[in-house]
């Protein structure tokens, strides 16, 4: 008898524990991917800040993954969300560089993104906020969010204007809607959230990008956020702290509609940021913390790409855990694809992998390694390649390097090219071939004058990459 109800009890036991399993591995899992703009590495609560307060964010790491080693596909922002849609590393993709308003840039159609991967799987798509994949914004010349797999749309070319408060550049699926009160993030949420209750069959999975503006400039932030830190003296710095807020704020009122509809469970949501933070962090509203790290935004040394990483998937992502394996903004195409059971593109090279091993403990299987190049790096440090615990940084013409071991050395003090030769001369030919197979496979849009911008946004000739390979 007891050891027929010890059996008993151990079969109603796995029984509880199997409808959460059992229902994810049956139903479809819908994604949202939450985006950040500017965010600083070290600029939430979670990542140790010590004044910003990001409560909801918080919340979520602990309910989740968070991600140390996490980063963006560049340092600045169209190539790093061009990589989040295709898998594929900006200058392989097309989007090479941030894209000024009317120029000729832009995410071809040709480029197949998650969202028509996963459309054509029977997901609902949808897209809010910030875009800046083209240049030529609503117009028929190029292709807009819906030509690239969403159903709705809310979004702007580049940044909420007038400012993050009160905007008027907004457009639904095509139509400018005008002034819309209330901060950006707070928007693109509430649109988030109608458009979820408003879909026809709410069976079907959903696919949702919330891509905010903030805190990207110009910064404005309403005045209930920026009370907390009333008692810093510098309006600038309660600007910015308080638009981190607000961010967070969004952020906090997205996740209590997707659990007051019932959606947790079966959803899988990643939060980034598409590049470091904006300017010196001395002065102005450009106030964003790396939490130490070298360089900012438009670098290719860690301020510039490590960004914030968190993960929330009830039942595969254990709560309050950390993961410190590299993972890059391509990979969130992978990772959706093995979820979704979707086959990534063969016909192109996929630069991304999934992310779902580390939910186990387990290292991620890379056949490419993490690459960097940006058009407005430092001349002497352009581009860069992650190997395992090891990066190494190129300057533009590739003709002078640095080597770092980011397990040693995560703020990049110590260049070890001349205490490591061979590592060194490995990681060389490693980034160069890679770099010139990357070149060779986008369109030679980088090669291009930019005759047709302002003269401000022109990349200098001298910007262009070389090919030769002189010794360091």
């Not at 009160?166 to 693109?188: D, L, M």
């Not at 016909?347 to 403990?361: C, E, L």
Request: positive net charge.
């Amino acid at each position: 008898m007891t050891k027929f109800l010890s059996t008993w009890l151990a079969v109603f036991s796995l029984a509880l524990c199997w409808p959460t399993t059992h229902s994810s591995a049956q139903q479809p899992v819908n994604f949202i991917v939450f985006l950040a703009d500017d965010l600083g590495w070290g600029d939430l609560g979670c990542y140790g800040h010590a004044r910003i307060k990001t409560p909801n964010l918080d919340r979520f790491a602990s309910e989740g993954m968070r991600l140390t080693q996490c980063y963006s596909a560049c340092s600045v922002c169209s190539p790093s969300r061009s990589a989040i849609l295709t898998g594929r590393t900006p200058y392989r993709n097309g989007v090479w560089r941030w894209i000024p308003e009317g120029s000729r840039y832009h995410l071809r159609t040709s480029e197949i993104t998650i969202a028509k991967l996963l459309k054509q799987k029977g997901y609902d798509t949808c897209h809010t906020g910030k875009w800046h994949l083209n240049g030529l914004f609503n117009s028929a010349d190029q292709p807009q969010p819906n030509e690239h797999g969403f159903d709705h749309w809310l979004a702007t070319q580049n940044n909420a204007g007038p400012n993050h408060l009160n905007p008027t550049n907004f457009v639904r699926k095509g139509q400018a809607v005008g002034r819309i009160e209330g901060p950006s993030s707070t928007i693109c949420v509430d649109e988030a959230v109608r458009w979820l209750h408003s879909r026809k069959d709410t069976s079907r999975p959903f696919y949702l990008n919330v891509w905010t503006h903030e805190p990207h400039l110009p910064i404005e932030t309403a005045a209930e956020f920026m009370q907390p830190y009333a008692d810093l003296s510098d309006p600038d710095l309660r600007q910015h702290h308080g638009n981190v807020t607000q961010m967070d704020a969004a952020f906090g009122k997205l996740m209590r509609a997707i659990n007051q509809m019932g959606l947790r469970d079966n959803t899988f949501i990643i939060f980034t940021a598409d590049n470091g933070p904006e300017g010196t962090g001395e002065k102005g509203r450009t106030r964003g913390s790396t939490g130490g790290l070298r360089g900012r935004k438009r670098f290719t040394h860690e301020g510039g790409i490590r960004v914030a990483g968190l993960v929330r998937w009830p039942g595969h992502v254990q709560p309050g855990t950390q993961a410190d394996q590299p993972v890059i903004g391509s990979d969130i195409f992978s990772t959706i694809c093995e979820i979704a059971k979707i086959t990534p593109p063969a016909d192109r090279v996929i630069d991304g992998a999934s992310i779902t091993p580390i939910f186990g403990g387990q290292p991620i299987p890379r056949t490419i390694p993490l690459y960097w190049r940006n058009h407005l790096a430092p001349e002497s440090s352009t581009v860069a390649l992650r190997d395992g615990d090891w990066k190494i940084i190129g300057s533009n013409d590739l003709s002078s390097f640095e080597l770092y071991n980011l397990r040693d050395d995560q703020h990049e003090t110590q260049d070890l090219s001349a205490k490591f030769p061979d590592k060194f001369s490995q990681l060389k030919q490693q980034l160069i071939a890679h770099d010139q197979s990357v070149l060779a496979d986008g369109p030679d849009w980088w090669k291009a004058n930019d005759t047709d911008l302002p003269e401000k946004d022109r990349v200098k000739k001298k910007a262009q990459p070389k090919r030769k390979n002189k010794k360091s």
